[in-house]
């Protein structure tokens, strides 16, 4: 399967600030996709990230808070902006291509 | 929106105990996957189904498609302490396209 590197695997930050997530996978695939976690539940995905043009957002997800880059086919970023407490959360990083869907180990978010 | 109801929710078993675990939806699926996730890691991919009707083994687990590719089961077979995990569910309208999760099942095998 590809191989996810996903940055950073853990942080805590202050209210109000942002944290970009960086996903970089080993070789180039076709799709990429940012999912939140809460702990202990199951995934909801956030936006699909397309290559050279804005993310596609799901409902109840927008743009201004969940800003999403996709400059070539193996690398994503995903920025939360403005935190609060509510974000708090495993943010993961999964990809589409010849192997199939693979997942990043995620990183953890606590907003304090 | 498709959706995929994902049953029981938790599961507390003796090991050597079987279980099924569930994932049901209105929706057809081109795919529907079964993930294993332990704490701190991503979900591993257990298995992909694609076929109404298919079945699956792999080792003590076994998966079945249903054949409208509407619901899904997940059945282990003499459970063992390392099976303990959070068991999901997803399932891609078009294959490669975005995956809808279910809502997962917290299993726990003592021993």
């Known amino acids: 399967s590809a191989v996810i590197s996903q940055k950073p695997s853990r942080d805590i930050c202050q209210r109000g600030t942002s944290l970009t997530i960086q996903c970089q996978v080993d070789?180039?695939?076709?799709?990429m996709f940012w999912y939140r976690q809460q702990p202990g539940q199951s995934l909801t995905l956030i936006a699909t990230?397309?290559?050279?043009?804005?993310?596609?957002?799901e409902s109840g997800f927008v743009i201004d808070k969940f800003p999403i880059s996709r400059p070539n086919l193996t690398f994503s970023t995903l920025t939360v902006s403005n935190m609060s407490p509510e974000d708090s959360s495993i943010y993961l990083c999964?990809?589409?291509?010849?192997?199939?869907?693979?997942f990043g180990s995620g990183t953890r978010l606590t907003v304090v | 929106t498709q959706l995929l109801e994902q049953s029981p929710q938790f599961l507390s078993i003796q090991e050597g105990e079987n279980l099924t675990v569930y994932c049901n939806s209105s929706?057809?699926?081109?795919?529907l996957q079964w993930y294993r996730q332990e704490p701190g890691e991503g979900p591993v991919l257990l298995v992909t189904?694609?076929?109404?009707?298919e079945v699956k083994k792999l080792k003590r687990l076994t998966f079945q498609f249903g054949d409208a590719r509407k619901d899904s089961s997940l059945h282990i077979t003499a459970a063992q302490p390392g099976d303990t995990g959070l068991y999901l569910c997803?399932?891609?309208?078009?294959?490669?396209?975005?995956?809808?999760f279910g809502a997962g099942t917290i299993l726990r095998v003592k021993s």
């Open positions: 070789s180039q695939v076709t799709m």
């Open positions: 990230a397309n290559q050279g043009s804005e993310a596609t957002y």
């Open positions: 189904v694609v076929t109404g009707g």
């Open positions: 929706s057809v699926f081109s795919s």
């Open positions: 999964s990809v589409y291509g010849i192997y199939g869907y693979t």
């Open positions: 997803a399932g891609a309208e078009e294959y490669g396209n975005k995956l809808v």
